[in-house]
């Protein structure tokens, strides 16, 4: 099958790794400098440095031929969140499309499948999402994901093409559940990153593991308010993009979100935080929209909102984790 990845960040690459020994991948940069680089060097040197590119593989830079090439295939959007509406707008009208990437937009506070609904009501789409470093599945490392639409041929043409001796793909509708799931993880990985590294610290009276699980197992709970408020199924966020996803981003050592958070938790301002990674985590720019929507719902998310206090500058770490601590207990759930 014909592929292409829109998007050469860490996570498009990897995929178009993995997915170039089976199929006719071809690999869509922006930067002309980029595309030029890789090809010669047959790396990604800035987003995925680890990871040989396949000779098979093809990188280029003209949109319209990247999209020509997906015409029968598959066409995979890697790009940020924060670039999803421009890349749909500027689709041809009728090619169905898949995304990877996982957040609310910034200013509407959409998630991909309510911006594609607005622009492209009548266009098949899909998400694809799950527990997934980039790293470990261009090494061809056992992973699971799940690709979600309302479309039923479009998510088992999807599945089909993606599922592989180390890449097992299933497939669901409930694509709230899997977005909501994939946004906010990244937001509970950063509270998870910032209770770590204030551990690591070792003062007394510090969080340690207890406090680790009470917070991911707590924000899986908000995670799912937030989502039935939204029209997701429940059972969705016990599954590889809710619970999965979360227990991956917010406790892996390749987590970009975990390490904003410890970099926060060392008493880095959001700016040189983000200056130390290098690398987009997305969910530095989700945490207010997640928050806003939680708000609009009457959904309480405190974690959420500690975390933005922190991006924000209204508190430390250290107040932050110390506050969610002190909160009055309820009902779990």
């Not at 050469?8 to 991948?25: P, Q």
């Not at 440095?49 to 000779?55: G, H, I």
């Not at 098979?56 to 959007?77: E, K, M, V």
């Not at 993606?162 to 890449?167: N, P």
Request: aromatic share 4%; hydrophobic share 50%.
């Amino acid at each position: 099958m014909k592929i292409t990845v829109l998007g050469a960040g860490a996570w498009g690459t990897g995929v178009a790794v993995a997915l170039a020994a089976r199929h006719d991948v071809l690999l869509w940069a922006r930067d002309p400098t980029q595309v030029e680089q890789m090809r010669q060097a047959r790396c990604n040197s800035r987003y995925l440095p680890e990871v040989a590119l396949p000779s098979s593989l093809r990188i280029g830079h003209d949109f319209d031929l990247a999209c020509r090439h997906a015409a029968a295939g598959l066409l995979l959007l890697a790009t940020p969140m924060a670039g999803l509406r421009q890349t749909l707008l500027a689709l041809p009208a009728a090619q169905p499309a898949v995304w990877l990437c996982k957040g609310f937009e910034s200013g509407s506070g959409q998630l991909g499948n309510e911006i594609a609904r607005a622009l492209r009501p009548a266009v098949p789409a899909a998400v694809l999402s799950g527990p997934s470093f980039a790293l470990e599945v261009a090494r061809g490392q056992p992973t699971a994901l799940v690709v979600a639409s309302a479309n039923a041929a479009l998510a088992e043409r999807t599945a089909q093409a993606l599922h592989g001796e180390a890449l097992r793909v299933y497939t669901a509708t409930d694509v709230i559940g899997v977005e909501v799931g994939g946004a906010l993880k990244n937001v509970l990985a950063i509270a998870t990153g910032m209770l770590d590294g204030l551990a690591a610290r070792g003062a007394p009276g510090a969080p340690g593991l207890n406090a680790r699980a009470a917070l991911i197992t707590r924000g899986l709970a908000e995670m799912t308010r937030l989502g039935l408020a939204l029209g997701a199924r429940a059972e969705t966020f016990m599954g590889l993009s809710g619970l999965g996803d979360l227990v991956l981003t917010a406790t892996g050592d390749l987590s970009r979100n975990r390490r904003l958070g410890m970099l926060l938790a060392e008493g880095l301002a959001l700016p040189q935080a983000l200056a130390c990674l290098g690398h987009v985590a997305e969910g530095a720019y989700t945490a207010r929209t997640a928050a806003e929507r939680a708000v609009q719902c009457r959904v309480e998310m405190p974690i959420t909102q500690a975390v933005v206090d922190v991006l924000e500058g209204r508190l430390q770490p250290g107040a932050a984790m110390s506050a969610l601590m002190a909160r009055q207990s309820r009902a779990e759930g």
